[in-house]
């Protein structure tokens, strides 16, 4: 195929992704997801985008990586959005604000703090991040029928990650720490680096857009947590039995 018909940055075309994608921030990862769609087959990997494709309930569903931060992240939801994907669900990982949550859990976002930069360039920072009620409720159920630890609630994504897991380390330690516990306080139940930008992109195109992460940094840990690889792999299938919920729901409300 002619490279000027592929996306420039993720080096699809038209016809090798689904309308469903789920989007780890993680290429390798995206191998992972792969094992649970039907049929599955790696369609490219361009920089850090790594796409697999295969179906889920006879729907053709992709995995695409988007790469860590807000930047390479928005790139994926254009361009995978100029090839027809209308449903993103982030699956990642995230560090706990409050301290009910434990390594392992799962973290389902009703919407997302914007302490980041890029949706800025989009849109000013009173436009909120809220994902698609019907991505949460499907990640819900899926979770519950899992028996998956789960927690529902508003994320905040950040750009600098060592700033939030290390802030003692930064010249000014004491402002971060404030604003960490400030963020805790209002309720804010966990901390990624991609969510915002993901539902602020996915909304203003008027895509579907959820987040479900695990949590791999408990709160005051100061490290990230090599966790045993089966929490990674229920979040996985989770993450999985949850668009087949979408894509069985959206084929009802079709007919």
Same mark, same amino acid.
């Given at each position: 195929?002619?490279?000027?018909?592929?996306?420039?940055?993720?080096?699809?075309?038209?016809?090798?992704?689904?309308?469903?994608?789920?989007?780890?921030?993680?290429?390798?990862?995206?191998?992972?997801?792969?094992?649970?769609? +039907?049929?599955?087959?790696e369609k490219a990997f361009s920089r850090e985008y790594r796409t697999f494709t295969g179906t889920v309930g006879g729907e053709k569903v992709s995995t695409t990586s988007s790469g860590i931060g807000g930047p390479s992240a928005?790139?994926a939801v254009e361009e995978l959005g100029e090839l027809g994907v209308h449903t993103f669900l982030r699956v990642g990982t995230c560090g706990a604000a409050q301290p009910h949550i434990k390594t392992g859990d799962l973290v389902?976002?009703?919407?997302?703090?914007?302490?980041?930069?890029?949706?800025?360039?989009?849109?000013?920072?009173?436009?909120?991040?809220?994902?698609?009620?019907?991505?949460?409720?499907?990640?819900?159920?899926?979770?519950?029928?899992?028996?998956?630890?789960?927690?529902?609630?508003?994320?905040?994504?950040?750009?600098?990650?060592?700033?939030?897991?290390?802030?003692?380390?930064?010249?000014?330690?004491?402002? =971060?720490?404030?604003?960490? +516990?400030?963020?805790?306080?209002?309720?804010?139940?966990?901390?990624?680096?991609?969510?915002?930008?993901?539902?602020?992109?996915?909304?203003?195109?008027?895509?579907?857009?959820?987040?479900?992460?695990?949590?791999?940094? +408990? =709160?005051?840990?100061?490290?990230?947590?090599?966790?045993?690889?089966?929490?990674?792999?229920?979040?996985?299938?989770?993450?999985?039995?949850?668009?087949?919920?979408?894509?069985?729901?959206?084929?009802?409300?079709?007919?």
């Amino acid at each position: 195929m002619a490279e000027a018909e592929r996306k420039y940055h993720v080096g699809l075309a038209e016809g090798e992704v689904g309308g469903y994608v789920l989007m780890p921030g993680d290429p390798f990862r995206t191998a992972l997801i792969a094992r649970y769609l +039907e049929g599955a087959d790696e369609k490219a990997f361009s920089r850090e985008y790594r796409t697999f494709t295969g179906t889920v309930g006879g729907e053709k569903v992709s995995t695409t990586s988007s790469g860590i931060g807000g930047p390479s992240a928005a790139i994926a939801v254009e361009e995978l959005g100029e090839l027809g994907v209308h449903t993103f669900l982030r699956v990642g990982t995230c560090g706990a604000a409050q301290p009910h949550i434990k390594t392992g859990d799962l973290v389902i976002a009703t919407g997302a703090v914007r302490s980041e930069g890029t949706p800025d360039a989009y849109v000013p920072k009173e436009y909120p991040a809220i994902a698609s009620h019907d991505v949460i409720t499907a990640c819900m159920e899926a979770a519950e029928a899992a028996g998956a630890p789960h927690h529902l609630g508003l994320i905040r994504s950040v750009d600098a990650l060592y700033s939030d897991l290390m802030p003692e380390r930064m010249p000014r330690p004491a402002e =971060l720490r404030a604003e960490l +516990e400030m963020w805790a306080r209002a309720g804010v139940v966990a901390n990624d680096m991609e969510s915002s930008t993901i539902l602020i992109v996915a909304s203003l195109r008027r895509f579907r857009a959820g987040v479900i992460l695990l949590c791999v940094d +408990e =709160l005051g840990a100061g490290e990230i947590q090599h966790l045993d690889p089966s929490y990674m792999d229920r979040m996985l299938r989770v993450a999985v039995n949850a668009i087949g919920l979408l894509v069985e729901r959206d084929r009802a409300a079709a007919h």
